[in-house]
């Protein structure tokens, strides 16, 4: 039987190219979006759905498991970036991407954990980042908003594995996708004290998106994790060095870990 799978965010990025991807694997997907209307010839269906409306996700959770019913596997995918000083980042933003990137998936979660728990089986997959495992200078909100996703879903983890629902987190790297052009930047302020290094640090970001390793591949972890027996609490993908500096916080005192990211945003 074909397994149903639900990607959030899967009409652009890295949401797009897992539902490509299992859709040649022989998976049945729904991807979904805000504007569903606006994407064409997609190899899977395309549901309308904004995460931090729980009567949309709810709608479009109904309509798959009328159709299908079932729901195997969902991808919560959907997030959005932000960048910039926390002092200068507006707060209705900082709110913005706490609702999408955390209570988004928790929202979702909850709405496909009693479909998954009468099935006695299901998988649910949380996106999260590597930047979440580090408090980035000028992506804070985004690394702490991750890094939230990561130890709710620990415990989220724990307490739906009695019913035969498994959960895990996949934390990507740079994966070359058109993060940077959806992402709010707080506007970089000719009298500010952080333009400099700011300014500076925006450019790096975007040139480690482009230079990113092909969303593919992230697909192809994906895949591999849906076929787990037991899957683990939480994978990496990245580069070598991106998996390499989640180490080295571990390993290495924290001001020295400071120190080394402060050199390597040029940040004095």
């Known amino acids: 039987m074909s397994k149903v799978v639900l990607i959030t965010g899967g009409s652009s990025g890295i949401g797009k190219a897992i539902g490509e991807f299992l859709s040649k694997k022989g998976f049945t997907v729904y991807g979904t979006s805000r504007n569903p209307e606006n994407n064409n010839n997609f190899p899977f269906t395309l549901l309308k759905m904004e995460v931090t409306d729980v009567n949309s996700i709810s709608e479009a959770i109904d309509f798959i498991i009328k159709k299908e019913n079932r729901l195997d596997v969902v991808v919560n995918n959907a997030g959005v970036g932000i960048t910039g000083p926390i002092e200068e980042t507006p707060y209705i933003e900082i709110r913005k991407a706490f609702d999408i990137n955390v209570h988004g998936p928790i929202n979702v979660i909850k709405a496909v954990i009693p479909q998954m728990r009468e099935q ?80 500076s640090t925006l450019k790096m970001m975007d040139e480690h998106v482009n230079h990113g390793e092909d969303p593919m591949k992230l697909a192809q972890v994906v895949f591999d994790v849906i076929n787990e027996k037991k899957p683990k609490v939480r994978y990496k993908a990245g580069s070598t060095l991106q998996k390499f500096s989640i180490v080295l916080k571990r390993i290495l005192p924290s001001k020295w870990y400071e120190k080394m990211l402060m050199k390597h945003f040029k940040i004095k």
């Not at 999260?128 to 580090?134: D, K, Q, R």
């Not at 019913?163 to 506007?187: L, S």
């Open 120 to 199: 006695g089986s299901g998988l649910i997959i949380n996106i999260t980042s590597i930047a979440g495992y580090m408090g980035l200078p000028y992506r804070g909100i985004y690394s702490a908003t991750k890094a939230a996703l990561e130890i709710t879903a620990e415990a989220f983890r724990m307490e739906i594995k009695q019913f035969g629902v498994k959960m895990t987190n996949i934390a990507p790297g740079d994966y070359a996708t058109n993060i940077a052009a959806g992402r709010f930047h707080a506007p970089v302020l000719e009298n500010s004290p952080y333009k400099e290094v700011y300014s």
